[in-house]
């Protein structure tokens, strides 16, 4: 078995069902090797950019590993914006790309990128943008570096990882006689008990006391699937919520708790929800430049926060915690909720004062198309099983003030890294995952 046959095996051997890359010699052999898989889709960009981008929207929502390749040199640094994003948004991708022979190293080869004799440095480059970036150079290390590779996608907080593979492991010849499937451990965060322990009691001891709570929910949420969850915690407490614009549908915007959307382009009233909070009880959320209003050192003066953050390193990064749990959010959640029902009756129902998506009313000024009406002219056509993608733009600000979302629905913009064009490309990644 060649060296990119191998590489497809261990691929199809965790679900993979597509991969995306562009065209190139040292990329042919991966390509031949996908055109005979029998379960993975090959899907070849006009650029590897795009590739990289739909990598991210195969595994925005499908739990599933995000695969792109390109040949070496310039085809592979290509895939930098990809993988940028997969880091900020948490995407399991891995990416492939071609590299010149290994004993031509050093001697200036078409693409080398070794980083010696004045050619670019790869290694340093890939591992800037990923979790980890492996150079295969042992033909009979194959299996464990795949193995490896994708077992760091998928662990604590998902996100890329890269492989090299020289065009000396290509050649006629070289075989990887040893091939496993890939073993896949994927071990969730669970939260700590004690921290959830000591969060619950902090929770129950301020809503005993009548303090105000505001739930305020991110993309880690959606992500762990924490829906469920956090709507059983919030109904039986009248907690009302209000989501970042990537938290959007993680609960209905029907719901009467919901407020709506906390960002600097979201809804009055849940900036006013927010004002009038004493405790904020933050469910994956990284505290963004957006959803903070340009980080307002100002912004928790007054009131407490207790964090729920999969990544340890989220907690005290932008706002320093009164309470945390470091934790998968739905793991946490579920577990905050069994430790607060022994301590504490459900709530009586309250009113909550929310932002009224159906009787908003937009004054035209040029007398054609508004995309605030178009938003919700979408709202009102979707399926029960929607993803809306935005791109960079104004346009998400519409999107994210007037697309109301139900279960099921998501809607998601550029993250942090925020490129032109990723989710015109991610959406043709998010559909191949979810036909």
């Known amino acids: 078995m060649r060296v990119y046959e191998a590489i497809v095996k261990g691929l199809e051997s965790v679900g993979v069902g597509a991969a995306f890359g562009g065209a190139g010699e ?46 070496a040199g310039p085809g592979a640094f290509n895939l930098f914006s990809g993988l940028a994003v997969a880091m900020s948004d948490s995407y399991p991708l891995l990416a492939i790309s071609g590299y010149s022979s290994l004993d031509w190293k050093g001697k200036g080869a078409l693409n080398e990128t070794s980083g010696v004799s004045r050619t670019p440095n790869s290694h340093e ?47 006629h010849g070289v075989s990887v006689d040893n091939y496993r499937d890939v073993d896949l451990k994927v071990d969730t965060v669970r939260p700590d008990p004690a921290g959830v322990e000591a969060t619950a009691a902090y929770l129950v001891d301020a809503l005993s006391k009548g303090r105000k709570m505001l739930a305020l929910v991110g993309f880690g949420a959606v992500q762990s699937d924490a829906g469920p969850e956090l709507t059983r915690l919030l109904e039986r ?11 959007k549908g993680i609960i209905s915007e029907r719901n009467p708790l919901s407020v709506g959307v906390f960002c600097d382009s979201g809804h009055s009233a849940a900036w006013k929800a927010f004002l009038a909070a004493d405790v904020i009880l933050a469910v994956g959320n990284s505290f963004a430049q957006h959803a903070t209003f340009n980080f307002r050192k100002d912004l928790f003066e007054g009131r407490k926060l207790v964090h729920i953050n999969i990544d340890e390193g989220e ?6 915690a009164d309470a945390a749990i470091i934790g998968d959010a739905k793991l946490a959640v579920a577990a905050l909720l069994e430790k607060m029902s022994a301590l504490l009756d459900p709530a009586p129902l309250q009113p909550v004062e929310r932002h009224a998506y159906d009787e908003e009313r937009i004054t035209h000024l040029t007398g054609q198309i508004h995309p605030g009406q178009m938003a919700q002219a979408i709202s009102r056509r979707l399926p ?18 007037y697309l109301q979302l139900s279960p099921g629905q998501h809607f998601r913009k550029p993250g ?12 043709l990644g998010v559909k191949l995952a979810h036909p």
């Open 237 to 247: 407490y009248q907690i009302p919520f209000v989501t970042t614009l990537d938290g």
């Open 125 to 171: 480059m890939f591992k800037a943008t990923t979790k980890k970036s492996f150079l295969l150079e042992d033909i009979t290390k194959t299996c464990d570096v795949i193995e490896e590779a994708v077992n760091i996608a998928f662990e604590g907080r998902p996100g890329p990882v890269h492989i090299h593979v020289p065009e000396n492991l290509t050649h």
């Open 315 to 320: 907690i005290d990064k932008v706002y320093k």
């Open 384 to 401: 029960d099983n929607a993803i809306v993608l935005a791109d960079a733009g104004a346009h998400l600000a519409w999107l994210g003030y």
């Open 416 to 427: 942090s890294f925020g490129p032109m064009a990723g989710n015109v490309n991610g959406a």
């Open 26 to 71: 040292n990329a042919a052999g991966l390509m031949l090797a996908l055109k005979h898989s029998a379960s993975i889709r090959p899907v070849i960009t006009r650029h590897e950019q795009a590739a990289s981008f739909m990598a991210c929207g195969y595994a925005m929502y499908s739990g599933r590993l995000g695969v792109c390749f390109a040949t």
